[in-house]
């Protein structure tokens, strides 16, 4: 299960021009994932509140003075590119991490190991584990702008994952594991299912990843504990998860106060709980009866229609309430995103669409969001990403297909001793004398001119 918590504040909602992606980025490599991360409100107060205090101008000048959390504070700006110009490079950017963090990188060059470390001002174990998380980040990120990145040759050769490997590695043996971690732990495990290759065997990255298969096999554990505890609190007591009784929607919730129950006259054990106004309305066709105290000898049977346009089938009913429940969902205006105030937490959950994660789920969470931003989530994961990833699975397969014809391999035995033998490849090469295909053959070859 893969959870994902969106309580994004209507109010700080992009208050500054790509806010969004620095209260993420902040999330995912400032803080551990085994304490409690702040509330995602706290964190865009206090991202807001540093934008003001410090803008660009002290940003820049705090560099210039080595201040480490000024230093920090612009690498995570710039690479969001939040209220900071593009005036400093990603590699610029990468130089000052690496400098935070206090370690020689094994990739730089004899040189550069050899050259003074730079003092840098106010800095602290937490703020070096943190300068080791954002490096990993930005690798690990910049893998995926790579051409054919989605191939095992890219990967297995791509000097960006060997340094978020290096990075994310270091990190967790110091004592941090934020949320990249786990992402690029997660990642390297995939790629058994993907390619067959069990990365722990890798010799391009032995050595690398030993504390990040330590920090996954606790989240494991972690994991497999927290399954028990609900599975006991689920017996011990009532279902801790409620579904909104309307057909298609799916929302769900492990607390009763987020939905609201209806409030007729109906008996409390037929009473449903609706995530809004709009699913209650739709499903009244269905509820009513029951509702306004109707027993089912009083309904009255129709033996025969006449076709009249003022009797509609209850199978006809149901299945355009659906049918509109899926398509009114693909349009949804701007103050149908959010809640009016803050609530109760609700979740849906859909399979993942990945081809490599099968039989794997991921959980929408929120206290801000709407039922209906929900279903609209629940319904593109389930209808409209799939088809794009089947469609770009077989663009990668036609493309490596036409990179296979096009490699002509010939082997060939090569005697190395008495008794070891080695085999060589190198692509056959086209003779010159062959013509083109589809030009005419020269009749007149080996005669002279004249004929």
């Known amino acids: 299960m893969h959870e994902a918590v969106l309580n994004i504040p209507r109010e700080y909602f992009a208050a500054y021009p790509n806010l969004d992606n620095l209260v993420i980025l902040k999330q995912e490599v400032l803080y551990d994932h085994r304490a409690r991360i702040p509330d995602c409100r706290a964190i865009y107060e206090q991202s807001i509140r540093s934008i003001k205090e410090y803008p660009y101008e002290k940003l820049r000048r705090g560099s210039e003075l080595l201040n480490g959390p000024l230093m920090l504070e612009y690498c995570l700006r710039r690479l969001t590119e939040c209220e900071t110009p593009p005036d400093l490079s990603i590699d610029s950017v990468l130089e000052m991490l690496e400098s935070l963090t206090g370690v020689n990188m094994p990739w730089l060059e004899e040189t550069e190991r050899r050259r003074t470390p730079l003092r840098i001002q106010s800095t602290s174990h937490r703020l070096r584990q943190r300068a080791l998380a954002a490096c990993a980040w930005t690798y690990f990120s910049a893998h995926f702008s790579l051409p054919h990145s989605d191939t095992f040759y890219a990967m297995a050769n791509s000097e960006v994952v060997q340094k978020a490997a290096f990075c994310a590695n270091l990190c967790a043996e110091q004592g941090l594991q934020p949320p990249i971690v786990l992402r690029i732990t997660t990642w390297f495990a995939s790629l058994r299912q993907r390619y067959g290759v069990d990365i722990q065997k890798s010799e ?67 009473k449903p709980s609706y995530c809004s106004r709009r699913c209650q309305r739709k499903h009244w066709y269905v509820h009513r009866d029951v509702c306004r105290g109707h027993r089912t000898e009083d309904i009255i049977t129709v033996a025969n229609d006449d076709d009249s346009s003022c009797w509609v089938d209850s199978e006809s009913v149901a299945e355009a309430y659906q049918t509109d429940l899926s398509r009114a969902e693909t349009i949804l205006r701007t103050s149908e995103i959010w809640e009016p105030q803050p609530g109760t937490e609700i979740f849906v959950d859909f399979l993942h669409p990945s081809p490599t994660r099968r039989k794997e789920f991921i959980r929408i969470r929120t206290r801000t969001l709407s039922p209906a931003f929900l279903r609209f989530v629940k319904w593109f994961y389930e209808k409209i990403l799939p088809r794009t990833m089947c469609t770009h699975v077989s663009e990668v397969n036609e493309r490596n297909a036409k990179a296979r014809r096009r490699l002509r391999v010939k082997f060939r035995s090569v005697k190395t001793g008495s008794n ?32």
């Open 204 to 270: 391009a990255l032995s050595g690398m990843t030993t504390a990040l298969w330590k920090a996954d096999a606790g989240r494991q554990q972690r994991e497999v504990k927290n399954a028990v505890d609900r599975y006991f609190k689920r017996n011990a007591t009532s279902n801790d998860v409620y579904t909104c009784a309307a057909a298609g929607c799916h929302v769900q919730t492990a607390h009763k106060s987020a939905f609201r129950a209806c409030g007729g006259t109906c008996p409390a054990e037929k």
């Open 420 to 451: 070891v033998t080695r085999v060589e490849w190198k692509p056959r090469q086209r003779s010159k004398s062959r013509k083109p295909r589809g030009q005419p053959q020269d009749l007149c070859r080996g005669s002279t001119p004249s004929c």
